[in-house]
């Protein structure tokens, strides 16, 4: 397994078709010096924006330019790059070889990239990762995870605040962050971002189908017989053969009826009169009841409001009573007597009983408490008369159908009917077209079956679906907690290194034990601590950055470029013997490495310790030679 790489070669920026940036840079340690306001952080941002970056808060000069250009090897593979200075998706033209050859060549040898994947265009990141070695997106869904994503963790820009380890940017996510950091440390994060999603989708349209499938068995009688296909199936057939049956008695009422049987017609239509006043009866007291259970819930609610309105306002009798204190008479109520002094304040100045304040809260708490158990009780006895009221509307509900269907089989048998054998007839027919009514009704009950059926063996299929997903993301939950622990332990250490070569300015830099990385919150903690003077808090960061990239130059686990730019070694009051510190610790580290890798980094304040032929970009630049030539075209 080889490391994953890039290295950019050289770097042009060009206006009005002239050049005004054009620098060659290597592996190893590069540095862009000048002076303050002389274009430095410019270039950082040109670098960062042709890698990928997502970049369009371009400074006055910068955004007067035309277009950027660079070379990038990775792999031995070389890459020429062109983006137009832009908004912040602008596409990147990618010519697959070195740029002086590039420049030979018409923009119809070019391939033309979105920065974003779609559907039917590979993205930047998918090129410029597979050129480096790094894994890459296999679907649409996790390629958000780009070159712009990665740049965040190793580029350390001005702009950001010095505690944030990414760079900043308004709508970041915290999963986003934890899979870019999982991945350059070298973990499996597509698949286990893959099932992420997978596992979100499921459980949504898992609780949408479980959510649906509840409102169907609710719609459902309650019988437990009409609650299944088979049962419906089986109640149908019943009503069939009935039908057939009635319809064979239809056809041959004169030997089912006597014409002896007048007598027993006149008494079952005198029963069925009995039976339709006594329906009529219990309808008008179940109403009855309603009423009255109506009227006690009005009471109740009025009661209710009475005790609240009392339970609310006792704090304030009390507070008044506190605040206002005893009232103090000077001649009696009754006869205006003038009354005798009385200095003892735990005694009634009026009848001379003793008073005790500890009683009087106590009465106050008691009242309140007798109060809240009143509302309390009444509260319940609420619901209890409201469930009770639901059920009198359902019985109420049901005596109504009933008593229909009673005026119904009545009027058919004995008013439209005027023998015993137009009664057997009619009581066929209305019995016919209840089973059609039913038979309808079952219709309507087997699709709802059906659909519950369908449902419930989709919800099964999900359920394994997301057993299988789980178990997964388990497994590779487990993987990756191993393999990040290891990453992390590597780059701890090699920062824990690094802090204790600080000058004396921090003092728990020189005994730091542990140095904690945290991707998805964005955070470094040195011993459980990350509130260090703002400098120590740049020096924190740095250290990390190029901690990261030290430690994946010893594992070749680690899917990291083994790139960093650092733009922000003097920000937030760093003093020049601490950057020239910082800019050796850089220097010796990277001397000591076996592995390709560059770091590129911007300073005022170059280390004269330095070689600067051999580390150096470009001139030392000022106020009167920026970076940008912008001055020398019209």
């Known amino acids: 397994m080889s490391f994953s790489n890039f290295i950019l070669k050289r770097l042009r920026v060009i206006r009005k078709g002239k050049v005004v940036y054009d620098q060659n840079f290597h592996s190893g340690v590069n540095i862009i010096r000048g002076e303050n306001g002389s274009g430095k952080s410019t270039i950082a941002d040109f670098i960062f924006y042709i890698l990928g970056g997502e970049f369009d808060n371009w400074k006055t000069a910068a955004a007067t330019c035309d277009e950027v250009q660079a070379e990038?090897?990775?792999?031995?593979?070389?890459?020429?790059?062109?983006?137009?200075?832009?908004k912040s998706l602008t596409e990147i033209d990618v010519y697959f070889g070195a740029m002086e050859e590039a420049q030979e060549h018409a923009l119809d040898v070019w391939e033309k990239y979105p920065i974003h994947r779609q559907e039917k265009r590979e993205s930047f990141s998918q090129i410029?990762?597979?050129?480096?070695?790094i894994p890459e997106a296999q679907s649409q869904s996790t390629s958000n995870i780009t070159m712009h994503q990665l740049l965040r963790l190793l580029y350390a820009d001005q702009r950001t605040p010095s505690a944030f380890l990414f760079r900043y940017e308004p709508f970041d996510t915290p999963v986003i962050r934890e899979a870019v950091g999982d991945l350059v440390c070298g973990l499996s994060v597509y698949e286990l971002y893959e099932i992420e999603l997978a596992l979100r989708s499921l459980e949504k349209e898992f609780d949408e189908k479980s959510r649906k499938l509840a409102a169907l068995l609710d719609a459902l009688p309650h019988e437990e017989a009409l609650s299944n296909l088979e049962t419906i199936n089986l109640r149908d057939r019943d009503l069939i053969e009935e039908s057939q049956r009635l319809t064979g008695e239809i056809n041959s009422a004169e030997e089912h009826v006597d014409t002896g049987q007048e007598k027993a017609f006149v008494d079952d239509r005198a029963k069925a009169v009995a039976e339709i006043r006594k329906s009529r009866e219990q309808m008008r007291e179940h109403e009855q009841q309603l009423y009255v259970q109506n009227l006690e819930i009005d009471d109740l609610n009025k009661f209710l409001e009475y005790?609240?309105?009392?339970?609310?306002?006792?704090?304030?009798?009390?507070?008044?009573?506190?605040?206002?204190?005893?009232i103090e008479f000077t001649h009696c109520p009754a006869c205006l007597s003038e009354l005798s002094e009385n200095e003892d304040p735990e005694r009634c100045a009026l009848c001379g009983a003793s008073i005790d304040p500890e009683r009087e809260r106590s009465r106050y708490l008691q009242v309140k408490l007798d109060?809240?158990?009143?509302?309390?009780?009444?509260?319940?006895l609420l619901d209890s008369k409201q469930q009770a009221v639901s059920r009198s509307k359902q019985e109420i509900r049901r005596l109504r159908r009933y008593y229909q269907e009673q005026l119904s089989e009545y009027r058919v048998k004995y008013e439209l009917s005027t023998s015993p054998r137009d009664?057997?007839?009619?009581?066929?027919?209305?019995?016919?077209?209840?089973?059609?009514?039913?038979?309808?009704?079952?219709?309507?009950f087997r699709e709802r079956a059906l659909e519950i059926s369908f449902l419930s063996e989709e919800k099964s299929t999900l359920q394994a679906q997301l057993s299988r997903l789980k178990d997964?993301?388990?497994?590779?939950?487990?993987?990756?907690?191993?393999?990040?622990?290891?990453a992390l332990m590597l780059v701890s250490a090699t920062a824990r290194a690094i802090l204790r070569q600080d000058l004396e300015r921090q003092d728990e830099f020189k005994n730091a034990q542990h140095v904690d990385v945290n991707f998805r919150d964005n955070s470094i903690f040195v011993d459980q601590e990350l509130n260090f003077a703002e400098s120590s808090n740049v020096f924190v960061k740095n250290s990390i950055i190029l901690s990261i990239l030290l430690a994946a130059t010893k594992d070749r686990q680690f899917y990291h470029p083994r790139f960093a730019l650092f733009d922000n070694i003097e920000d937030k009051g760093m003093e020049r013997e601490r950057s020239h510190n910082f800019q050796r610790i850089i220097v010796q580290a990277s001397e000591e490495l076996e592995v390709e890798h560059q770091i590129i980094f911007t300073t005022s304040m170059f280390n004269p310790d330095l070689n600067e032929k051999r580390f150096a970009v470009g001139p030392h630049y000022t106020h009167e030679h920026r970076t940008l030539a912008v001055q020398d075209i019209e």
């Not at 990038?72 to 832009?86: D, E, F, I, S, Y």
């Not at 410029?128 to 070695?133: D, L, T």
């Open 307 to 326: 005790l609240e309105e009392l339970s609310d306002k006792l704090p304030k009798v009390q507070l008044s009573s506190e605040l206002i204190g005893s």
């Open 423 to 444: 009664s057997f007839v009619a009581e066929r027919f209305l019995r016919l077209g209840q089973i059609d009514r039913e038979r309808s009704e079952l219709d309507r």
């Open 472 to 486: 997964r993301q388990q497994a590779l939950q487990r993987t990756g907690r191993r393999r990040r622990h290891t």
């Open 72 to 86: 990038v090897t990775a792999h031995k593979a070389t890459l020429t790059l062109r983006r137009a200075v832009g």
């Open 371 to 380: 109060t809240d158990i009143q509302i309390r009780e009444s509260r319940q």
């Open 128 to 133: 410029m990762f597979r050129a480096a070695g």
